[in-house]
């Protein structure tokens, strides 16, 4: 498809798209949309950031706009409520006289979520655990679900919910269409898709296991006390955004207060944060009042914020796709982005781990000391000598 109008749309909702300025499918959109028009289950695989969530709206927009009606027609379920707003923010842009959608998530009032669901909203997006607490204090039906849609499954299996999402997809009638869209297909979600998908059309585009081609990898091999001096003169030299990884909530919070001490416009994210606490501070980075957020994995997934021009992981994350999952929030939708690696003592070697892991080479950068920089004509991190790994060579 070469445009959004070749797709068999109301008018109404081209109209909403184009206002909306998308008019080129992505490769996913292209392959997804068709058969999820159709009516068809599906189960689609992709690199992150390839507009997988426009993928599965599209298609619940046309349903919805086939016939008008006040029960719940269509269910998305997502991993975390930051993901969850953003698809219900998206949904919000585009659904026109559909009316609002309602957000099921923890942290949040229920008063009003229930209240838009008890005024007629006919799509809701919610996270699996208040949902399916919401069913068994009978506070919602499910019973006229029509689409059912599994976003970031592999995530929300990560993160235990397999049992809240069995239960769920057991009160939704039997005859409804299920899409389901994750990032891998490991054998987890194979037995999910096996269970409550029929006939699926299946669709896998691109590696999901490595970053996608417009990002450009490097790493930083240096002295533990290093890492904030590489990390400010990086921060030191970006225009854009920028989203550092930490891997605890403690570390988040020092590198946060650290680079705000040092003038940074600085913003944090992780778990023990409150909702109002994350949501402003995601509200800052979206606007450009922080340049900088830090995050623990809680912002590696689901987190779609317009032109993050640089990751940098100050600390390595746990487990290798979890690399992947961050790097792929920059250099979305076809954009340049740059994801870079602090890396010191032991975890020079789990950085090689990763790297055998995902059969990937990142190239690995020297660090000038600022003191030294007095003294020298060129920026240490303009201008770098590579340092290959033993057996490695770069241009």
């Known amino acids: 498809m070469a445009t959004f109008l070749e797709f068999p749309l109301s008018a109404a909702l081209q109209k909403r798209l184009a206002a909306a300025q998308f008019l080129t499918p992505t490769p996913v959109q292209a392959e997804a949309i068709p058969p999820a028009l159709d009516g068809k289950d599906l189960v689609a695989t992709a690199q992150t950031g390839t507009g997988k969530t426009l993928a599965f709206l599209i298609p619940v927009l046309q349903m919805l706009e086939r016939s008008p009606g006040t029960n719940v027609e269509a269910?998305?379920?997502?991993?975390?409520?930051?993901?969850?707003?953003?698809?219900?923010?998206?949904y919000q842009q585009l659904c026109g006289a559909l009316g609002p959608a309602a957000l099921v998530i923890g942290g949040l009032a229920e008063k009003q979520q229930l209240e838009t669901v008890r005024a007629g909203a006919r799509?809701?997006?919610?996270?699996?655990?208040?949902?399916?607490?919401?069913?068994?204090?009978?506070?919602?039906?499910?019973?006229?679900?029509?689409?059912?849609?599994?976003?970031?499954a592999d995530r929300m299996l990560d993160l235990?919910?397999?049992?809240?999402?069995?239960?769920?997809?057991?009160?939704?009638?039997?005859?409804?269409?299920?899409?389901c869209y994750s990032a891998t297909l490991e054998q987890s979600v194979a037995a999910l898709v096996n269970q409550y998908l029929q006939q699926p059309v299946r669709i896998a585009l691109g590696s999901t296991l490595k970053p996608a081609d417009s990002v450009e990898l490097q790493a930083f091999e240096?002295?533990?006390?290093?890492?904030?001096?590489?990390?400010?003169?990086?921060?030191?030299?970006?225009?854009?955004?920028?989203?550092?990884?930490?891997?605890?909530?403690?570390?988040?919070?020092?590198l946060a207060k650290q680079l705000t001490r040092d003038g940074f416009?600085?913003?944090?994210?992780?778990?023990?944060?409150?909702?109002?606490?994350?949501?402003?501070?995601?509200?800052?980075?979206?606007?450009?009042?922080?340049?900088?957020?830090?995050?623990t994995d809680l912002a590696a997934r689901g987190l779609h914020v317009e032109d993050i021009r640089h990751v940098i992981n100050y600390d390595l994350p746990n487990l290798p796709e979890d690399f992947i999952h961050r790097v792929g929030r920059t250099g979305r939708a076809?954009?340049?982005?740059?994801?870079?690696?602090?890396?010191?003592?032991?975890?020079?070697?789990?950085?090689?781990?990763?790297?055998?892991?995902?059969?990937?080479s990142i190239r690995r950068r020297d660090f000038?000391?600022?003191?030294?920089?007095?003294?020298?004509p060129h920026n240490s991190l303009a201008s770098r000598t590579l340092t290959a790994m033993p057996g490695e060579v770069f241009a």
Request: charged residues 25%; aromatic residues 4%; hydrophobic residues 45%.
């Open 334 to 360: 076809g954009a340049c982005g740059l994801a870079s690696t602090l890396v010191s003592g032991a975890e020079v070697f789990e950085l090689r781990s990763i790297e055998r892991a995902l059969k990937l």
């Open 75 to 90: 269910l998305v379920m997502v991993p975390t409520r930051e993901l969850a707003m953003q698809v219900h923010k998206q």
């Open 368 to 376: 000038v000391p600022a003191d030294a920089l007095r003294q020298k």
């Open 123 to 152: 799509v809701v997006v919610a996270t699996p655990g208040r949902l399916e607490d919401y069913l068994r204090r009978r506070l919602i039906s499910l019973n006229h679900v029509r689409i059912a849609v599994l976003d970031e």
């Open 265 to 295: 416009a600085a913003a944090m994210i992780h778990g023990d944060r409150s909702q109002a606490q994350r949501t402003a501070a995601l509200n800052r980075f979206e606007e450009g009042r922080a340049k900088v957020l830090v995050a």
């Open 160 to 179: 235990g919910f397999l049992p809240a999402i069995q239960r769920i997809l057991a009160v939704l009638p039997r005859q409804r269409q299920t899409l």
């Open 222 to 254: 240096v002295g533990g006390m290093q890492k904030g001096d590489v990390l400010r003169q990086l921060l030191s030299g970006e225009t854009g955004r920028t989203l550092v990884f930490a891997r605890t909530k403690r570390g988040t919070e020092r």
